[in-house]
């Protein structure tokens, strides 16, 4: 192989990376809290939250993307105030080609990525944050650029709770 045919597979690495760039926020699943109504703080632009069955889904966002075809990150909060255990199975958009659930990891001083095929669990009053670094949604074959400011339309599929249509905030990069 030479290194004009490994070109293509060396950048869509490098944007498939630079969408999950870890930053300061916690990638880590978290107690939920006792108060199952609670909303952003005044003044925030994550006021959205949507509700389906025992789950809470709040501060759903994307980054902004240069190109269309390419990737990126979605990112949410959802918490489960049930008595039972919920699973994401699956999210999809109109927008998108796909969309992965997907995990990523430091081992040995290298960042793996894997998708989760079985879905990711929601424990039954428990909380499970999809942040940069660790837990995210990976948003594949965006048809559009996405530009700060815009929404985009997602499906998230759960195993007990069923489907519910979110909109990701689309957030400036950085």
Not at 61 to 89: H, K, Q, Y
């Amino acid at each position: 192989m030479n290194l004009r045919s490994l070109l293509p597979m060396i950048i869509a690495s490098t944007v498939l990376l630079a969408a999950c760039k870890p930053s300061s926020a916690p990638p880590a699943a978290a107690p939920a809290s006792a108060d199952a109504s609670a909303t952003a703080a005044p003044g925030a632009d994550t006021a959205t939250e949507t509700r389906i069955g025992a789950l809470v889904i709040s501060d759903a966002s994307s980054r902004e993307t240069p190109i269309a075809g390419g990737t990126g990150p979605g990112f949410m909060t959802i918490r489960n105030s049930g008595a039972d255990d919920d699973r994401l199975l699956a999210a999809s958009s109109p927008a998108l080609a796909s969309v992965e659930i997907h995990e990523m990891s430091m081992a040995d001083g290298q960042m793996t990525m894997r998708a989760l095929t079985d879905g990711l669990p929601i424990p039954a009053g428990g909380e499970v944050r999809l942040a940069p670094g660790g837990l995210h949604l990976m948003l594949i074959g965006i048809r559009e650029p996405l530009m700060a400011g815009q929404t985009l339309p997602l499906e998230l599929r759960f195993e007990k709770a069923g489907a519910v249509t979110i909109e990701l905030t689309v957030r400036p990069r950085g």
